[in-house]
Nanobody
Framework: QVQLVESGGGLVQPGGSLRLSCAAY????????MGWYRQAPGKQRELVAT???????TYEDFVKGRFTISRDNGKNWVYLQMNSLKPEDTAVYYC?????????WGRGTQVTVSS
């Protein structure tokens, strides 16, 4: 059973930065892709960014140029550096790992952008 543990959320002012981390434990197989999703109150969960084991990345348009996803394959960690944060980035951020044909999720970490 793969377990994902997120950290790094918190309260930040508009224009500020946060770095989220996620550690994946217990995978007997190579983790093909890892990513970050978010869910704001009253909205559906949405994709933010992904990174493959080979280092290829994808970003949704609303974070391009502001967020950077990276990965440490040796440790099965994935990071999300978030800069120029906006109030609309407020959400619970979830880590995702795709292993074989299954998706695993962390419990989420709250990010609040407010003055």
């Amino acid at each position: 059973q793969v377990q994902l543990v997120e950290s790094g959320g918190g309260l930040v002012q508009p224009g500020g930065s946060l770095r989220l981390s996620c550690a994946a434990y217990g995978s007997p197989f190579r983790i093909a892709a890892m990513g970050w999703y978010r869910q704001a109150p009253g909205k559906q969960r949405e994709l933010v960014a992904t990174v493959t084991s080979g280092g290829s990345t994808t970003y949704e348009d609303f974070v391009k140029g502001r967020f950077t996803i990276s990965r440490d394959n040796g440790k099965n960690w994935v990071y999300l550096q978030m800069n120029s944060l906006k109030p609309e980035d407020t959400a619970v951020y979830y880590c995702n790992a795709h292993v074989q044909v299954l998706d695993y999720w962390g419990r989420g970490t709250q990010v609040t952008v407010s003055s």
